[in-house]
């Protein structure tokens, strides 16, 4: 059974940066499909960046060259960089596996973008 855990959020200036990892009990099988989530409150949720089992990464256009997804497989984690941040990406960032079907959630962390 996997479980994970975000880290790594919090308050930060427009314009910084922030760096969340997710740690999963199990291992992160290199056929695992990860991605970040965020979720706003009374917006949808959204998909922030992906990485493929292929090492593939799409993002949405609201981050593209700014955030960056990896993984490191023997670490079992996964994270997000997260660069000149803006007003607008503050939410919670939800950790999200797919593995051989099955699909696992974070509880999610939280980033405020405030000055």
């Known amino acids: 059974q996997v479980q994970l855990v975000e880290s790594g959020g919090g308050l930060v200036q427009p314009g910084g940066s922030l760096r969340l990892s997710c740690a999963a009990s199990?291992?992160?099988?290199?056929?695992?499909?990860m991605a970040w989530y965020r979720q706003t409150p009374g917006k949808q949720r959204e998909l922030v960046a992906a990485i493929t089992p292929g090492g593939s990464t799409n993002y949405a256009n609201s981050v593209k060259g700014r955030f960056t997804i990896s993984r490191d497989n023997i670490k079992n984690m996964v994270y997000l960089q997260m660069n000149s941040l803006k007003p607008e990406d503050t939410s919670v960032y939800y950790c999200?596996?797919?593995?051989?079907?099955?699909?696992?959630w974070g509880q999610g962390t939280q980033v405020t973008v405030s000055s």
């Open positions: 999200f596996v797919r593995r051989w079907g099955t699909e696992y």
């Open positions: 199990g291992s992160i099988f290199s056929d695992s499909f």
